[in-house]
């Protein structure tokens, strides 16, 4: 590929590793605070939600797994859109791209704090909190800082413990369940409309978002055009199960889920009482910070991509001489989102995240096609039917996108001015 110096990074990521880093993507706080949300859309009729908001972000992941197949180096849709469109637009979704990735990990954060109030109710008092965010990102970003190695070491382990308390809170409650004859009796009466459905699903694209940040580290990958497209579509299946069957236990334990704000917490004191509880809400916040550290692999490598192709200040592609990681790009982040976390509130970021994502997830669709035509097989996973999955993708994204609010579209506007400045000062940069 033209215009790819060498990142001086090490491939240290194997196939698993890369499943792992996308789980822990994609499972994070979503899980934990949007069954509620979900119930107050469409009631009792939420599992289909999750299976429907699935099906569509399946078929934008179809996409991802072909574009990351062609590719070898750090940046994910980034590089995407760069190769596909050109270098405005791939700056532009650098910066959407990079706009989601901060909101997401400040949601995360954000309900790390709501969750440690179990433990300990001061935690959301102002001080606490600055203390609290400041002690989770800065042991992130120094484990992250010394190598790529351990950075993965830690997502993988952190894969495996948040997935321990949500497989057995799915056990113990369906037995809870069987035991008990059924479900709890449903207080919701809800009777959705189209406009409720569409609300659902794109909170949803929350939930199932992430995998596209663990695309952008794939210059570390051992094998990238093989592995990608394996670890998206394994992650997509054991996600969307465990999803769907976390919001059955909740509603068939809980009479109104939507009067909680942590949901499982809730359910499980029904079948495990306090201690279930609290184990539940111990499980949340493991969860939260093994997204966190996924978060804090995989998201600096945008800003390092970006400055490593001339498209962003040279220091973001600083590479430690030491320990071989991208080390301004690691601090900034964590810089950013602690702000992100102080300043805004958990759906705040949520809504943030899913809308700017859909941008992205549009762009990468689009994208794909593009490159069929431009680069004829480059794919080593040639998507089967692949026109129809990019248009697909495409409709997906811009019907979620019309139920936007006015202040999302306004940040959205003022990301894409940014993007133009920054081009502007790319291109400035780059004339002889």
């Given at each position: ?385 692949g026109p129809l999955f990019g248009v697909l993708g495409i409709a997906f994204a811009l019907v979620l996108v019309s139920r936007m609010g006015r202040a999302e579209l306004a940040i959205i506007a003022g990301t894409m001015v940014i993007a133009w400045l ?11």
């Amino acid at each position: 590929m033209p215009d790819q110096p060498p990142s001086g990074l090490v491939r240290a990521m194997g196939r698993w590793t890369l499943v792992a880093l996308v789980i822990n993507t994609i499972i994070g706080s979503g899980i934990f605070g949007l069954p509620s949300l979900v119930w107050k859309y469409v009631g009792g009729a939420a599992p289909w939600a999750y299976l429907l908001a699935g099906a569509g972000i399946g078929v934008i992941m179809a996409c991802f797994a072909e574009a990351a197949s062609r590719f070898t180096e750090a940046g994910g849709p980034y590089l995407y859109a760069r190769a596909a469109f050109g270098r405005f637009l791939g700056i532009a979704m650098g910066w959407l791209l990079w706009l989601v990735r901060l909101s997401a990990a400040a949601a995360g954060a954000n309900l790390f704090v709501i969750y440690l109030a179990e433990f300990w109710p001061g935690a959301k008092q102002p001080v606490a909190r600055a203390l609290v965010l400041t002690a989770l990102l800065g042991v992130l970003a120094a484990i992250n800082y010394r190598g790529v190695k351990s950075g993965a070491r830690v997502s993988n382990v952190f894969t495996v413990a948040k997935l321990v308390p949500l497989g057995l809170f799915v056990v113990a409650g369906g037995a809870f369940m069987l035991l008990r004859g059924g479900p709890a009796p449903l207080a919701s009466t809800l009777r959705p409309a189209a406009g409720d459905w569409m609300q659902a699903v794109l909170v949803l694209v929350f939930a199932y978002g992430g995998f596209e940040a663990a695309m952008i580290p794939l210059g570390e990958a051992q094998d990238p055009r093989r592995d990608a497209p394996f670890a998206l579509l394994v992650s997509l299946a054991v996600c969307a199960t465990l999803f769907t069957l976390v919001q059955i236990v909740v509603q068939g334990t809980l009479a109104d889920p939507g009067q909680t704000d942590r949901p499982l917490a809730a359910a499980a004191h029904q079948f495990l009482g306090t201690a279930g509880a609290r184990f539940i809400s111990l499980g949340a916040l493991v969860s939260l910070y093994g997204y966190l550290s996924a978060n804090m692999l995989h998201t600096p490598r945008l800003t390092f991509a970006l400055a490593e192709r001339n498209d962003f200040p040279p220091i973001f592609a600083a590479v430690h001489r030491r320990f071989r990681t991208p080390h301004v790009s690691i601090v900034v982040f964590a810089a950013l989102v602690w702000l992100m976390g102080m300043a805004g509130n958990f759906r705040w970021n949520v809504v943030l995240s899913a809308v700017a994502r859909l941008f992205a997830y549009g762009a990468v669709c689009a994208a794909m096609l593009v490159l069929r035509r431009k680069q004829p097989g480059e794919a080593r996973f040639p998507l089967p039917a692949g026109p129809l999955f990019g248009v697909l993708g495409i409709a997906f994204a811009l019907v979620l996108v019309s139920r936007m609010g006015r202040a999302e579209l306004a940040i959205i506007a003022g990301t894409m001015v940014i993007a133009w400045l920054n081009w502007l000062w790319a291109r400035k940069l780059s004339l002889p």
